[in-house]
């Protein structure tokens, strides 16, 4: 099959807004959300700026040929042979393969000819003596698979919004998917390659990385997230739960597979935070997951809550339009209420509800509750699916695939 590169320009002008200057770049993100694409890209917009072919090296450290490149010796000896005069551009792909990478890395940063450029799949790469032995001196680039904007891109003008969201939702947002999706129609393909995915990330990211014993249990924790996006859950809860299924897990235990699965970038949490009392809460987190289709995978044609797949999406969205994002609390006539997203940004704070409709006069007023209690004067927003844009007394009602599109 042809693959068809998609371009992901947010991404690339984050990287050439960083170009030579004097840190590591580093690009995080689950397997196949696209960074070794993305760095093909970006290297086609240096060839453009004048960057010529001899001051680029690329080096994918996942594949078989470059097998010798994970002794950081015999790295570092390849990079510093293959240097040419003036500034040079060297990009490290998957590189937390590498053992004590960091040694090779930190020498070459250290040489002040060469851009340094990396890729990681799991957010070890920026713990330990290694992060503190660059502080400072590295920039973090969160990557994801495909915004809704980007997959619009991907179909240009010719569907409509809401049906370009229905295949959004029905199969994945990695890139490559994106391709499988629109060449073959039957499912069985996407659903082999979100398997490759599901394994590789379970199995090398995961399992071989924290020396986990038991793939099923692990399996189990996973599946129980999926089914939960967008529900409180504790730690104590999923213990609990399995227990009674027969699967004695401790909390710890569980708290272990969770970590896992963020350092790995599968699931995302949201804590909750405490409007009144300005403080975040400890218990009762949501979480939220890397790509649908990958839920999909592992809960087959199990119905879910249109109203919590698109939470989970619009939460994806805030995160790469770099906010950090929380669950809010607030209390309204004595009762505790709930903001579906509190997004701090640059300039002060967003509030966010979310809705498939608000159609009907209570679901109305069940999203615009939660807003009365807040005394301050930050933007506040109801996404929905309905379309039109309407104003509830400074409220802004904006229908969610518009502003996803943006």
């Given at each position: 099959?042809?693959?068809?590169?998609i371009?992901?320009?947010?991404?690339?002008?984050?990287?050439?807004?960083?170009?030579?200057?004097d840190v590591?770049?580093?690009?995080?993100?689950?397997?196949?959300c696209?960074?070794?694409t993305?760095?093909s890209l970006?290297?086609?917009?240096?060839?453009?700026?004048?960057?010529?072919?001899?001051?680029?090296?690329?080096?994918?450290?996942?594949?078989i040929?470059?097998?010798?490149?994970?002794?950081?010796r015999?790295?570092y000896?390849?990079?510093?042979?293959n240097?040419?005069?003036?500034?040079?551009?060297?990009?490290?792909?998957?590189?937390q393969n590498?053992?004590?990478?960091?040694?090779?890395?930190r020498?070459?940063?250290?040489?002040?000819?060469?851009?340094?450029?990396?890729?990681?799949?799991?957010?070890?790469?920026?713990s330990?003596?290694?992060?503190?032995?660059?502080a400072g001196r590295y920039?973090?680039?969160?990557m994801?698979p495909?915004?809704?904007?980007?997959?619009?891109s991907?179909y240009?003008?010719?569907?409509?919004?809401?049906?370009?969201?229905s295949?959004y939702?029905?199969?994945?947002?990695?890139?490559?998917?994106?391709?499988?999706?629109?060449?073959n129609?039957?499912?069985?393909?996407?659903?082999?390659?979100l398997?490759?995915?599901?394994?590789?990330?379970?199995?090398?990211d995961?399992?071989?990385?924290r020396?986990?014993?038991s793939?099923?249990?692990?399996?189990?924790?996973i599946r129980?997230?999926?089914?939960?996006?967008?529900?409180?859950?504790?730690?104590?809860?999923i213990?609990?739960?399995?227990?009674s299924?027969?699967?004695?897990?401790?909390?710890?235990?569980?708290?272990?597979?969770?970590?896992?699965?963020?350092d790995?970038?599968?699931?995302y949490k949201?804590?909750?935070?405490?409007?009144?009392g300005?403080?975040i809460?400890?218990?009762?987190?949501?979480?939220?997951?890397?790509?649908i289709g990958i839920?999909?995978?592992?809960?087959?044609?199990?119905?879910a809550?249109?109203g919590?797949?698109?939470?989970n999406?619009?939460y994806l969205e805030?995160?790469?339009?770099?906010?950090?994002v929380?669950?809010?609390?607030v209390?309204?006539?004595?009762?505790?209420?709930?903001i579906?997203?509190?997004?701090?940004?640059?300039e002060?704070?967003?509030?966010y509800?979310v809705a498939d409709?608000v159609?009907?006069?209570?679901?109305?007023?069940?999203?615009?509750?939660?807003?009365?209690?807040?005394?301050?004067n930050y933007p506040?927003?109801?996404?929905?699916?309905d379309?039109?844009?309407?104003d509830?007394n400074?409220?802004?009602q904006?229908?969610?695939?518009?502003?996803l599109a943006e």
């Open positions: 099959m042809t693959k068809k590169l371009n992901r320009p947010v991404y690339i002008n984050k990287l050439l807004a960083f170009k030579d200057a590591i770049k580093i690009i995080t993100g689950i397997r196949r696209g960074k070794s993305l760095f970006y290297i086609d917009e240096l060839r453009k700026k004048g960057i010529r072919q001899n001051q680029i090296q690329f080096i994918k450290l996942e594949e040929e470059n097998e010798k490149f994970l002794d950081y015999e790295l000896r390849h990079i510093t042979a240097l040419t005069e003036g500034r040079n551009y060297v990009f490290l792909d998957e590189i590498v053992p004590d990478f960091q040694k090779a890395v020498s070459l940063f250290e040489k002040g000819n060469i851009d340094i450029y990396l890729t990681g799949s799991n957010s070890q790469l920026q330990g003596q290694w992060a503190t032995s660059i920039v973090e680039i969160k994801f495909l915004s809704f904007a980007e997959f619009v991907f240009g003008n010719k569907y409509s919004l809401d049906k370009i969201y295949d939702i029905a199969g994945s947002s990695f890139p490559y998917a994106v391709n499988i999706m629109s060449q129609d039957s499912g069985i393909a996407l659903n082999s390659y398997e490759g995915i599901y394994n590789t990330i379970l199995l090398k995961i399992i071989e990385n020396k986990f014993s793939e099923g249990r692990l399996n189990r924790v129980f997230i999926a089914d939960s996006i967008g529900s409180e859950i504790s730690v104590k809860k213990s609990d739960t399995m227990t299924d027969g699967v004695k897990m401790q909390p710890a235990t569980v708290e272990g597979y969770i970590d896992a699965l963020m790995s970038y599968v699931i949201a804590e909750r935070y405490d409007v009144k300005k403080r809460l400890k218990t009762l987190n949501k979480y939220y997951i890397a790509d839920r999909k995978f592992l809960l087959g044609n199990k119905g809550d249109q919590h797949i698109l939470e999406i619009v805030l995160l790469r339009r770099s906010r950090k929380y669950i809010g609390k209390r309204h006539n004595n009762k505790d209420v709930e579906d997203f509190i997004a701090e940004t640059a002060g704070i967003e509030y509800q409709t159609n009907g006069d209570e679901t109305l007023v069940r999203e615009l509750t939660p807003f009365k209690s807040l005394k301050d506040k927003f109801i996404l929905t699916r379309y039109g844009r309407i509830h400074g409220i802004k904006v229908n969610v695939l518009e502003w």
